[in-house]
């Protein structure tokens, strides 16, 4: 079984570009979440979405980031006008609809802003 | 506020000995615990999870954790440490509401066995 499949593994953008970063849920796994991880830290939680729904956008910059899980395809996390704080890592995971399963973790995308 | 911590940066230990990785949160009401490790440029991958009942937890790859209500502890341990067990050790709390988990990590803990 696949599990959550991130890309790209690496990003690279200038600043003022756009990026995006796309994520695939484990096959039966409605439930997405989006963390940013930044060097030496934990993760944090920006973003937690259902099929077609954000249900919790808590830890979302209110500027230039926005999220999306449509109907048919990956989850995507778009980040307008990046900036070098925005350089990080990006990890998505998903989880079944019980809010006792464990998230699966993708392998993230590193993003880094020249 | 909601926070996890891991008071240690790293933890040094021999290969064979016990390891102690620990984590203190402060959550309120009854909060879902986890570990999770993470190898270089990887993602995160489950240990282990307390929700209810026994307080001894048991997970992947000989991991437990204990999870101590009174003092607001879930420290991870392993009986005999592996050189493969050398990475970092994440442990995030989530106050579920609403059918789903938002998970909030501590800053880490590298685990370095050495031979």
């Known amino acids: 079984n696949a599990g959550v499949m991130q890309n790209p593994r690496h990003l690279v953008r200038r600043r003022g570009q756009e990026a995006r970063l796309r994520c695939s849920p484990v096959?039966?796994?409605?439930?997405v979440y989006w963390y940013r991880q930044l060097p030496e830290e934990g993760l944090k939680f920006m973003v937690y979405?259902?099929?077609?729904?954000?249900?919790?956008e808590s830890g979302m910059p209110k500027e230039r980031f926005s999220a999306e899980f449509p109907k048919e395809g990956p989850s995507i996390l778009r980040i307008q006008q990046v900036v070098r704080g925005d350089s990080a890592a990006y990890f998505c995971?998903?989880?079944?609809?019980?809010?006792?399963?464990?998230?699966?973790f993708g392998d993230g995308t590193r993003l880094s802003i020249l | 506020a909601q926070s996890v911590a891991q008071p240690e940066d790293q933890v040094n230990v021999a290969e064979g000995n016990p390891l102690t990785v620990k984590c203190t949160y402060s959550v309120s009401g009854n909060p879902y615990l986890f570990w999770y490790v993470q190898y270089p440029n990887r993602g995160l991958q489950f240990l282990l999870k307390y929700i209810t009942g026994d307080n001894l937890v048991k997970g992947s790859y000989g991991f437990e954790a204990e999870f101590n209500k009174s003092q607001t502890s879930f420290h991870l341990k392993k009986p005999s440490a592996l050189v493969s067990d050398s990475a970092l050790y994440f442990c995030a709390v989530s106050y579920p509401s609403g059918g789903y988990n938002k998970l909030i990590f501590g800053a880490g803990t590298r685990l370095a066995v050495h031979p």
């Open positions: 995971a998903s989880s079944l609809r019980d809010s006792d399963q464990p998230q699966h």
């Open positions: 979405l259902q099929k077609e729904n954000i249900i919790d």
């Open positions: 096959k039966g796994h409605s439930h």
